[in-house]
């Protein structure tokens, strides 16, 4: 499984994880999105926000299944 990002609009490549461990970090970042995580089929999208000392993060989340 491919994890990619979008950074300033260019889609990076950021780490490739093995298999067998796909639904299980599916699973956790639609959690953390506010995703439904029993839908599989249809693509959904999500935000999550974090903040770190001084730093918000917002993250919006598209689990498409590719």
Not at 36 to 48: F, M
């Amino acid at each position: 499984m491919k994890i990619r990002f979008r950074l300033d609009g260019e889609l990076v490549r950021y780490l490739e994880v093995e298999s067998r461990l796909r639904y299980g970090l599916v699973a956790r970042i639609k959690i953390m999105a506010g995703m439904d995580v029993s839908k599989h089929r249809k693509p959904q999208d999500g935000i999550e926000k974090v903040v770190q000392g001084l730093t918000d993060i917002s993250e919006v989340i598209a689990a498409t299944n590719l």
